[in-house]
C-alpha cells in the first residue's frame, strides 16, 4: 500500500503561482513513477506532469509546459508541482498519483496509476 496526502492548493488569480505538495508513505520502494492529474467538474480527468520516483525523466501536458514544473525531494518522499503564470482554465482538483514497480509507455495516463491522493482544490479567478 502507497499513501499519497496533497497539500497547497488554494484561490489566486490569474497570473499568480501556486505550489502543490504530495507526500508519499507506505511501501514507498515500490513507487516507479509519481504523477499530477486535475479534473475540472464536467470534464475527464487529465494527467499534468509525472516524473521517475528518485530521480530522471519528467513529462508534461502541452497546456502547462513552460509554466509548470514537477519536483520532488527524495529525502522527504515529497512530490511537488510548481505552477506559475496560472490561468482561469488551470482550475480544478488536483491529484497526486502514484504507479509501482514498472514503467508505460504513456506516463500522462489516468488509467496507468495504482494508487491516488484526495485530491487539492485550485480556483484561478481572472
Known amino acids: 500500500q502507497v499513501q499519497l496526502v496533497e497539500s497547497g492548493g488554494g484561490s489566486v488569480q490569474a497570473g499568480g503561482s501556486l505550489r502543490l505538495s504530495c507526500a508519499a508513505s507506505?511501501?514507498?520502494?515500490?513507487?516507479?513513477?509519481l504523477g499530477w492529474f486535475r479534473q475540472a467538474p464536467g470534464k475527464e480527468r487529465e494527467g499534468v506532469a509525472a516524473?521517475?520516483?528518485?530521480?530522471?525523466?519528467?513529462f508534461y501536458a502541452d497546456s502547462v509546459k513552460g509554466r509548470f514544473t514537477i519536483s520532488q525531494d527524495n529525502a522527504k518522499n515529497t512530490l511537488y508541482l510548481q505552477m506559475n503564470s496560472l490561468k482561469p482554465e488551470d482550475t480544478a482538483m488536483y491529484y497526486c498519483?502514484?504507479?509501482?514497480?514498472?514503467?508505460?509507455?504513456?506516463?500522462?495516463?489516468?488509467?496507468?496509476?495504482?494508487?491516488w491522493g484526495q485530491g487539492t482544490q485550485v480556483t484561478v479567478s481572472s
Open positions: 507506505g511501501y514507498t520502494n515500490i513507487i516507479y513513477r
Open positions: 516524473i521517475r520516483f528518485g530521480g530522471g525523466s519528467t
Open positions: 498519483a502514484a504507479r509501482v514497480y514498472s514503467g508505460t509507455s504513456y506516463p500522462l495516463g489516468r488509467n496507468e496509476y495504482d494508487y
